[in-house]
């Protein structure tokens, strides 16, 4: 149960990090590096989460069902 909070978690940081470059790209007019760090944190994330999600299949922590 707590994989699943953690995976939710991050997936909401990582929209909020979307929005944010997104506001930042539309207030700096794509001239500022604020954009570009929203996006690498974005960007970050991803990959921390794709990292968990294979650790945690790895550990046994979460496994695949048939639908």
Known sequence: MLI???VI???LLIFASLGSSLVFM???QGRGPRAVKALT???ALSVSLFLLLMLAYAT???TPHGL
């Open 41 to 43: 944190v974005r960007i």
């Open 4 to 6: 699943k909070i953690v």
């Open 26 to 28: 539309i207030r700096d």
């Open 9 to 11: 978690l991050m997936l």
């Open 60 to 62: 046994g922590l979460i």
